[in-house]
C-alpha cells in the first residue's frame, strides 16, 4: 500500500482542479519556509517588521518550521487528491483573514504580517473554491 501511495505522491495521476490548487498552496508554502528558517531578520526587513532580538528571531524560524510542515502536508494531500483534505482547507482558509485582523487589531501581530497571511490565505482559498465549485457543476 504505502509503495502505491509513494508512486502516487511522486506521480500524481487524475488531479482534481481544487487538489493542484492545494498542492500549489503547499509549494508556495514551502518556499516561504526556509526563508523564514535561515534568514529571518530579511524576512522580518520585507515584511516591515522591528527589529528582531535573537530571541525574537528563534522563534521566528520556530514559524518557519511550521510553515514547512504545513507546505508538506497541502503538497502531499494535493498530490494524492485527498478531497477531504480539499474540503477542510476550505473551512480552514476563509478564517485565516479574520483571524489576522482580530490579532492585527489586539495588536498582537504586526499590520504588514497579517496583512501578509491574510491576503495568501485568502487568495488561495478563493482560488480553491473556484476549482471546487467549477468541480461540482460538472
Known sequence: MSSTLFDRLCHPTAQSRSA?????????????????????HWVAGV???PA?????ANYFRLVG??????G???VVSGRL??????FASLLDRPLVPFIM???WGFGIVPGPLALFFAVSDGASFL????????????
Open 20 to 40: 493542484r490548487t492545494v498542492e500549489v498552496f503547499g509549494w508556495i508554502l514551502l518556499l516561504e519556509a526556509p526563508l523564514i528558517l535561515f534568514a529571518p
Open 47 to 49: 515584511l516591515q517588521l
Open 52 to 56: 528582531l532580538s535573537d530571541q525574537a
Open 65 to 70: 518550521l511550521l510553515v514547512g510542515g504545513l
Open 72 to 74: 508538506m502536508l497541502y
Open 81 to 86: 487528491d485527498a478531497r477531504g483534505f480539499v
Open 101 to 103: 485582523a482580530a490579532l
Open 127 to 138: 482560488w480553491t473554491l473556484s476549482a471546487w465549485r467549477a468541480e461540482r457543476r460538472t
